[in-house]
């Protein structure tokens, strides 16, 4: 990662004119504010360039990266400033300038642990409660001692989110390269950069772009680990791959535990398990095991539960929060308790989860009324998880005619079906987690993320070299869904046109489903081409 004096020869008066903007911004003592945005600049630059030379993607890919954190910054600093303005006057978030009440409340308790006389390492105790795992917010009362300790400046925290997302950018395109080849890491490279989820999460002060791109640099790891000779490997390889997993667990043990049990299944489905030395099953032993109590001790910080096993905990959880969510769902929402009233018992459960995978609703976005702000997040929201589904429910499917072979490090089906089914597990456990929630279900979505843009780009490729009419099916199938329920949500806001019962609408729209698939799966059949990919 070398960085010429020319290098440096921009970077310094571009951090030292953004220090002084973001700090003319913030408010407080201007110059104090400056020194040490600049310094904060200065180092993310550094960073951000270096890797992206590292990565060797050549300038499309330095283009990429300034678009990424820019869009973030730009993101996080605009809603900072408008929200107190142009948002709800009776939200605390938003007056403070927040869009996620986590990040309010982390960035208050991580300023208060940094002016006081108590090391940051009392993060993770149980007497801060507004971190469950305690990683976040050590790291921003961190910067907040030694960077602002004169007044508190939550856009600094923007800007770490800002920069710690897109350096992830450089490790994925690199290990995507490697695993998958080059037209795939450039798609899911752009996917990575610009979905509208991640460029909101990217600038907040939130855990999903250190979590994010923790998995990206693991990843790379893991990637060269598997593509090089296992004796050979450069020991900053090693380094990275066991850094990035321990981060994960300091920030959220349950993405370090999806992460290793991914990694196991895919050396397990590439029949690599003659190659594995000892000293590698060892680490991830370990890793796998401090993530498992760590995870089980965080759920259990109050005492709730009085399993002792992490496993017994992890389950007794899982089953309270789904619980939890099915009773939130049912109390908020007058038509969601009269659904649950006609229906049985056992198809609540299934109910929450479509329901939860729907989430953000495009529908409610484009329909409900709402003010600009809000209402430009929220569309931009839902219309990236809508063009992202389709490619996703693609996956599954696509993996049987993926072609093997290209390079060295082929492109195997079953891992990309490995792949896919994780991918939907764990969106599935986030809709059942988050329920009807349009914040924290597509948010725990996002902790997975970088798989998800792995799968979707190398969807989107196959698509491209194929041609195939099965994904525009499917997209008929959701344009068919957000038309429909649009009209509802019309209808009960506006009065527009009749209001169909709402078991009826649903049945409407399965119903035109099955036409498209049925009538589409006939048509190849009638023309000798019946397969379903």
Known sequence: MNLNKQGLFWILPTALVSGAVLSWFQGADWL??????????????????????????????????????GLRLAGGVGAYELLPVYGYQNSKDGVAGYTYTDAHRRDEQAWRLA?????????????????????LLALSAFVYRYLSSDAHRPLMMILLAAFVAALGIPFLWKAADVTFGRKVAWASTWIFALYPESVLLGGSAMREPYLMTLTAIAFWGFAEWRGGVKAELPRLTIVALSLSLLGMVLFSPSVAVATLLLFAGWVFFSRERAMISWKGIVVFAVVFLIGLFALSSSLNRKGVFDATSPMAVLNDWIQLSVKWNVYQIERESGWVQKLFDEMPEALRMPFVAVYGLLQPVLPAALVVPTLPIWKVIYVLRALGWYVLLPLLILSTVAGSS????????????SIFIWLSLLV???????????????????????????????????????????????????????????????????????????????????????????AILGGG????????????I
């Open 115 to 135: 002016v006081s006389e108590k090391p940051v390492f009392d993060a993770f105790s149980r007497e801060y409660s507004s971190d469950q795992y305690g990683g």
């Open 424 to 514: 939907w597990t764990w969106i599935l456990l986030a809709a059942l987690r988050g329920g009807g929630d349009q914040w924290d279900n597509p948010r725990y979505r996002m902790l997975l993320f970088v798989w998800e843009a792995l799968v979707a780009g190398q969807v989107y490729i196959w698509w491209r070299e194929t041609k195939n009419v099965w994904f525009a099916r499917v997209v008929a199938c959701e344009a068919v869904f957000v038309l429909i329920f649009g009209q509802w949500y019309a209808s009960r806001y506006f009065y527009v046109g009749g209001q169909l019962p709402f078991v009826i609408m649903v049945g409407l729209i399965i119903g035109l489903w099955g």
């Open 402 to 413: 993926l072609p093997v072979g290209g390079n060295r490090v082929a492109s195997s089906r």
């Open 521 to 532: 799966w006939w048509l190849d059949k009638k023309r000798g081409q019946a397969r379903v």
């Open 32 to 69: 104090s504010g400056w020194l040490g945005f600049s310094v904060l600049f200065f180092l993310s630059l550094v960073a951000l360039v270096s890797s992206t030379k590292w990565a060797g993607g050549g300038r499309t890919l330095a283009w990429i990266v300034a678009l990424a954190f």
